[in-house]
């Protein structure tokens, strides 16, 4: 299953069923694949959130980043980045340091999201990059555990307090990944499980 791992994002509003209806405000996420994004048109088809790819790895940076990151902001989004993950080319702690350093931050201005990471099985090689599901988890957690030290987002438990971004192929979302009782957004849908408020804080 693939998923993203939204980090950071600590709401304490959350705690519902994770197919409960809820305010639901909609966004977009974004990366290289769409260089060109009309700002205007998408906040006026009623998005008010979008998450923007940053890196990926130790070694890329998108060079859509800057000016997706300004557009979203001038266009009045709610806005944060993302980190695509390669588990098997460096460890969790380096590729937050990465991200932290080239657009994944946080400030708590009520316009910037906390980081998210995208973690797939693999779109390249091998399933979940050849590391067993033990040291995927430690994986994610050093991840994690970095992103959260630098900007207090995130707390250092793993699952029970990392918001969970999940991608939904079909009518239902299916069975979470253990350790997750609720979806914080919802990819190809890229609605929030939660109100205005709650993607500001």
């Not at 209806?21 to 959130?49: C, H, M, T, Y």
């Not at 190809?188 to 709650?198: K, P």
Request: glycine content about 10%; proline content about 4%.
């Amino acid at each position: 299953m693939k998923f993203l791992a939204a980090l950071a994002l600590a709401l304490t509003t959350v705690y519902a069923n994770p197919l409960e209806k809820r305010a639901q405000p909609q966004g977009i996420d974004v990366s290289g694949f769409q260089p060109s994004v009309n700002w205007a048109i998408v906040k006026a088809n009623g998005l008010s959130f979008a998450y923007i790819k940053a890196t990926e790895g130790t070694t890329f940076t998108s060079s859509s980043f800057s000016s997706q990151y300004t557009g979203a902001t001038n266009a009045g989004f709610i806005r944060g980045a993302y980190h695509f993950a390669h588990p098997d080319s460096s460890s969790g702690a380096a590729q937050a340091n990465f991200f932290l350093a080239h657009g994944g931050g946080w400030s708590g201005d009520g316009i910037t999201l906390p980081g998210a990471l995208d973690i797939e099985y693999n779109p390249s090689g091998a399933e979940c990059y050849g590391l067993s599901a033990s040291a995927m988890v430690a994986w994610i957690r050093d991840f994690s555990n970095t992103y959260h030290a630098a900007t207090t987002r995130n707390s250092a438990a793993f699952a029970a307090t990392s918001p969970l971004w999940i991608a939904r192929y079909a009518s239902a979302i299916g069975t979470l990944p253990a350790g997750w009782r609720y979806v914080t957004l919802v990819w190809l849908h890229d609605l929030f499980n939660g109100d205005a408020a709650g993607l500001k804080r």
